[in-house]
């Protein structure tokens, strides 16, 4: 496992070249072309905004200003987490010309999707800049040091997921269904649209199990909140239990990894 | 010398799963707790059993056999592509399978690009693929092109760039599948080209094809797999003609097996005093009155025995077994010869012969003999019939019975004349002249 961990490192060439094809073919053929990186999660934001404010104002948080900023910190985040989830169920049938007929290292697919998924996070990052600007929230700059430390977990995270998924995916196309649903409901239990101190006490544990609940405050609390980063203990365990399930997941993938050219 | 692959006693198991099984889900795997036992095999098939071959280095092997022999399952084994059940697989040096061109290429962004992200799919630094990028654009004669999304190809032009890239990896073996029907006729001998300047070099070549001549011109040994198994292997020429003997024992029994089903439906189905169908219509069948029957046809060769497969230009007899219950003064005996598209090769009966019937009783052998079968490859079908001068059938049989005639000359028509070439001393040829 850990030969094969290492050949990863030699397939970055790899992975490059095929985080770029996707990003170019993605929007290939649109009008405006790359600039949906910027206008979906303003779209999906304003979605949110047009939900919470207009229609059901009042379930909005009072003492959260402005509102608006305050979801896009979890959404953005969120959004490069769920599409690369389920992208990753579905990379390794998407991509079976690839594993029958070429001499094809399966594991860089479920990389790719979550690298170029990291990449439209990554063009998303300038609109909340400019948003901070634009509300003058004070930014604590020691704080901001600990973003690509979220950033970083994140990746671990979601990489190691995406490893689990793939390749049970082959085995059980269901997979593919189930986890859309319940990527929805992930959503809704992580406090991304409503501030973890409006969840009701009891609930609380339960939020404190999610482990993207503690990415989400992470990015609320450098991003949004003034005041000193008091998260890290958290991220930091949750960083160490990341990489726990990073290397699961790539055990997983290295087992089933035999199987695909035949089930895919 | 070192081998360059070497197979040891490979076997490959396939599961297949019960129609149960097949639709197991995780949930329905968890509920019963079976997902372990569900990711292992169930119900199994081999596509190879105990296979051992050593290519040696600089050799170029034609691997042939029947559809679903093991041929694609041993090439992928050998591209690593997937793994042995027992037995061990060792390869010396890259390798580049050419077993689907093109897999990886992206539909929607440019062939330029394309050739970039598969050249380094196939193992090439991104330096290496600028290098030889003018190389393979020129290949794939695909200049005017190269910045045109890759779905906006012809089916050639894609095979023909997907070639182009995985022959300039540069591999030390190349394993080919079955791949140089693709192009046109110029493409075809570009690549051929490309593989005998690979073959100069060096390099080991395992080609997978249905192309028995290719096999004879260009391998220097040749391997027969049939049910997984290696049947024969060794000088081409020879393993190539066992190979058709073979086959040509298959087509017999296929052709034996269809001509008596046929019968037996018409038999089934006959009604002595139905009107013949339109002569036209090439449909099998049989009708008649029966006062003659033909009891049995039987197709012989040279040397006598009941065959279905005859060489162009050898001798062919039909050999018709009648009877009549009651004398009969009245008969004709013809033989129709039909081509696989239901054109009348030849016809001809006694009547026309200017043979005059004079009496008929009991039970007899008639044979026609055709002297010299100049006809080209292909299947044939053969009406057999007795009837009146008038018409009035007897006993009419209608494209009942198929024979094959096979030729290693791939000339087209129907009509094989016999004949020759002469030139003058000026005009030289190489090859097999007779």
């Known amino acids: 496992m850990f030969h094969n961990l290492g050949r990863l490192l030699r397939y970055r060439g790899l992975i490059q070249s095929l985080v770029a094809r996707e990003l170019k073919a993605r929007y290939r053929g649109s009008v405006l072309g790359f600039f949906w990186s910027f206008i979906n999660p303003l779209l999906l934001l304003l979605v949110y905004w047009f939900v919470f404010s207009v229609v059901l104002p009042g379930i909005r948080p009072i003492d959260v200003q402005p509102y608006a900023l305050f979801m896009f910190c979890g959404l953005l985040p969120w959004t490069w987490f769920s599409s690369s989830v389920l992208e990753a169920s579905n990379v390794l049938i998407m991509g079976g010309n690839l594993i029958k007929k070429v001499l094809f290292p399966a594991e860089v697919l479920p990389f790719v999707t979550v690298f170029a998924n990291m990449i439209h996070f990554f063009l998303g990052l300038p609109i909340i800049a400019a948003a901070l600007v634009y509300f003058a929230v004070p930014i604590n700059w020691l704080d901001l040091l600990w973003l690509p430390v979220i950033v970083l977990v994140q990746l671990i995270f979601t990489l190691g997921l995406a490893l689990i998924v793939a390749p049970l995916t082959v085995h059980f196309r269901d997979l593919k269904d189930i986890l859309g649903n319940l990527m929805t409901f992930w959503f809704f239990a992580t406090p991304i649209i409503y501030p973890m101190s409006l969840a009701p006490e009891g609930g609380k544990w339960l939020l404190d199990l999610n482990p993207f609940t503690h990415l989400a405050i992470s990015y609320q609390e450098v991003l949004f909140y003034d005041g000193p980063f008091g998260h890290w203990k958290w991220l930091l365990a949750l960083g160490g239990a990341s990489i726990v399930l990073f290397l699961a997941g790539y055990f997983l993938f290295d087992r089933l990894r035999d199987s695909f050219a035949e089930e895919v | ?434």
């Open chain 2, 1 to 434: 010398m070192t081998h360059a692959i070497e197979i040891d006693s490979v076997s490959k198991v396939y599961r297949r799963f019960a129609r149960r099984r097949q639709f197991a889900t995780l949930k329905s795997a968890l509920l019963s707790g079976s997902l372990i036992s569900d990711l292992r095999p169930d119900e199994t098939f081999s596509a190879l059993r105990d296979v051992s071959l050593a290519v040696p280095q600089g050799q170029t092997i034609g691997v042939i056999g029947p559809n679903g022999s093991g041929k694609s399952t041993l090439l992928k084994l050998v591209a690593g592509i997937t793994k042995p059940t027992s037995g061990t697989v060792s390869v010396n040096g890259r390798i580049s399978a050419l077993i689907e061109l093109g897999a990886g290429f992206h539909p929607e962004i440019s062939g330029r690009e394309n050739v970039f992200i598969n050249g380094i799919m196939l193992g090439l630094s991104k330096r290496e693929v600028t290098r030889k990028f003018d190389e393979i654009v020129e290949f794939a004669q695909l200049e005017d092109f190269i910045d045109a999304p890759v779905k906006t190809y012809s089916s050639g032009m894609y095979m023909r760039l997907g070639f182009a890239v995985a022959i300039n990896v540069d591999p030390d073996v190349l394993l080919i599948d079955e791949v140089l029907a693709v192009g046109d006729q110029g493409f075809t001998h570009k690549c051929l080209d490309k593989f005998a300047e690979f073959r100069r070099r060096g390099k080991t070549i395992l080609l997978v094809t249905h192309s028995l001549g290719l096999v004879e011109r260009f391998c220097d040994e040749a391997v027969w797999l049939d049910g997984g198994q290696v049947k024969a292997t060794g000088d081409p020429k020879r393993v190539v003609d066992a190979y058709l003997i073979d086959v040509e024992e298959d087509e017999e029994q296929y052709i034996a097996s269809g001509d008596a089903k046929a019968r037996d439906a018409t038999e089934a189905a006959v009604d002595e005093t139905a009107d013949p169908p339109d002569m036209f219509q090439a449909t099998e069948g049989r009708w008649g009155s029966r006062e003659i029957e033909i009891v049995d046809v039987t197709l012989e060769g040279e040397d006598g025995d009941a065959s279905h497969v005859f060489p162009s230009g050898a001798r062919m007899s039909i050999r018709v077994r009648v009877k009549a219950e009651q004398p009969v003064a009245d008969f004709v005996f013809g033989i129709g010869l039909f081509n696989a598209e239901g054109v009348c090769c030849y016809g001809t009966n006694t009547d026309l012969e200017e043979l005059k019937s004079d009496r008929m009783a009991g039970e007899g052998e008639v044979v026609f003999t055709i002297d010299t079968l100049d006809l080209v490859a292909g299947t044939y079908k053969l009406d057999v019939a007795v009837h009146k001068r008038d018409g009035y059938p007897y006993d009419y049989h209608r494209l009942l019975y198929t024979f094959r005639v096979k030729s290693r000359t791939n000339d087209i028509g129907i009509f094989r004349p016999r004949h020759r070439w002469t030139f003058p001393t000026n005009i030289r040829f190489t090859g097999p002249l007779e």
